[in-house]
């Protein structure tokens, strides 16, 4: 697959979206098949007993589709990540250093029972010039196989390499796949906090990914009442199975009082369960709780907490969280930048809702998954988390022995980003 790989970084910005425009069409030419298929998975996934959160995931509809096909569509769109300059610089007369972007090479990408989710990370290793191992979750084999076949077809159709994109299908695979660290560059897992962990411990790849999302939505005093109650609401059950789904909410407690009713009844609208502290209980009807089991529930279910203030609300994100997306509302713009400032999140967001962390919904096309961690991506891993660089020195007869004894001297002098590279 390492000749394949380095067939793809060579491959054109032009050939990549012909691949990604021919997937566009062969998926919605053949949408009914893959529907068809998709209802055999949800089949045995009732048989199963599987989880409401996990069968909302599996579904692949008509909307879904769309999702998706907008998604190839902004990639199409966006501008070649390959071969971009971030640092051009002369050494000395005739010795020149580039900064270079490049694919990764070879990704294993290991996700959870969404069929959407093998077209975004295809389509988008497709566009980075990577080639790609995919491994989704058993409950939608079906689903999976029939988008993998049409992908993979528009990819060959192309002109891009046979093995560009593999897929596998076996539970066995992934320790088979964990141990080809002289083949696979990343991997990507979706997943528990318990198999990502799994995952890490397991191999002697590099791992990019998250675990939990635990996100926070913390409402300080200077909350307008009016975007605050909405924005929880979309947050909570705008779609209760993804991992940017609010879990906990901080409340200011010189709001609690006049507050808390009002979201209460809002989101009790909506089916939520509302799970709180002892002295959220005083206030409204929840089920108590310490802050020691304030989890993710991927379900219509909410903690809440009263903080004295956002240095105790950002105390409590930073201790409990996972690092993925936490928000505040405020009118008060230096508590915002603040709390921006403190969280260690991937994505910190002001008086809107956390559903927002997402790779289509920030321009990116689509999303591998998001990354809590601090190296190299983080937050919705796009495009430009799938490469990484190189340098390239252009010399002409230079040797190291020159500069060492003094015959000669580095002036290292900026060039133009766009100079030519010889």
């Not at 769109?77 to 971030?86: E, F, M, W």
């Amino acid at each position: 697959m390492k000749l394949d790989a380095a067939s793809m970084a060579a491959s054109s910005n032009e050939q990549r979206n012909r691949a990604l425009e021919n997937a566009a069409e062969k998926l919605r030419a053949h949408a009914a098949e893959v529907f068809a298929e998709n209802e055999k998975d949800l089949a045995a996934a009732t048989e199963a007993g599987i989880a409401p959160a996990v069968m909302k995931r599996l579904k692949f509809n008509e909307d879904k589709l769309n999702d998706v096909l907008a998604g190839i569509r902004q990639l199409v769109s966006l501008p070649d990540p390959l071969g971009k300059v971030s640092l051009a610089r002369e050494l000395d007369e005739g010795l020149r250093l580039y900064r270079v972007s490049c694919p990764i090479g070879v990704i294993g990408v290991i996700f959870e029972a969404r069929p959407d989710a093998l077209v975004q990370i295809s389509t988008l290793c497709i566009k980075s010039g990577n080639c790609a191992i995919l491994k989704g979750g058993k409950e939608t084999t079906y689903t999976n196989r029939a988008l993998f076949r049409l992908i993979h077809e528009a990819v060959t159709e192309a002109g891009l390499p046979e093995n560009a994109l593999l897929q596998a299908e076996q539970h066995s695979e992934i320790d088979e796949l964990l141990s080809c660290d002289r083949d696979v560059d990343l991997l990507i897992p979706r997943g528990s906090n318990a198999f990502v962990q799994y995952i890490m411990n397991n191999t002697k790849i590099p791992v990019m990914g998250h675990a939990d999302g635990i996100c926070h939505i913390y409402v300080d005093k200077a909350a307008d009442f009016g975007k605050a109650v909405p924005i929880i609401v979309d947050a909570k059950t705008q779609y209760t199975a993804a991992c940017n789904a609010v879990e906990t909410l901080l409340v200011n407690r010189e709001i609690a009082g006049e507050f808390l009713p009002l979201l209460a009844e809002a989101l009790k609208a909506e089916h939520v369960r509302l799970l709180g502290t002892r002295e959220v209980r005083e206030i409204i009807d929840v089920t108590e709780i310490t802050e020691d089991e304030f989890r993710e529930y991927l379900d219509l279910a909410v903690s809440v907490k009263l903080v004295k203030d956002v240095d105790e609300a950002v105390s409590h994100i930073n201790r409990f969280g996972s690092h993925h997306t936490d928000s505040i509302i405020t009118e008060d713009r230096e508590t915002a930048l603040k709390f921006m400032q403190m969280v260690d999140s991937a994505g910190v967001y002001q008086n809107c809702s956390t559903r927002f962390a997402d790779g289509f919904r920030y321009g990116f096309g689509a999303e591998v998954g998001i990354s809590t961690g601090k190296i190299h991506a983080r937050g919705p891993v796009g495009l430009e988390g799938l490469v990484t660089y190189k340098y390239k020195l252009f010399g002409d007869g230079h040797i190291v022995g020159d500069y060492a004894a003094g015959r000669r001297q580095f002036h290292f002098r900026d060039l133009e980003k766009d100079a030519d590279r010889d």
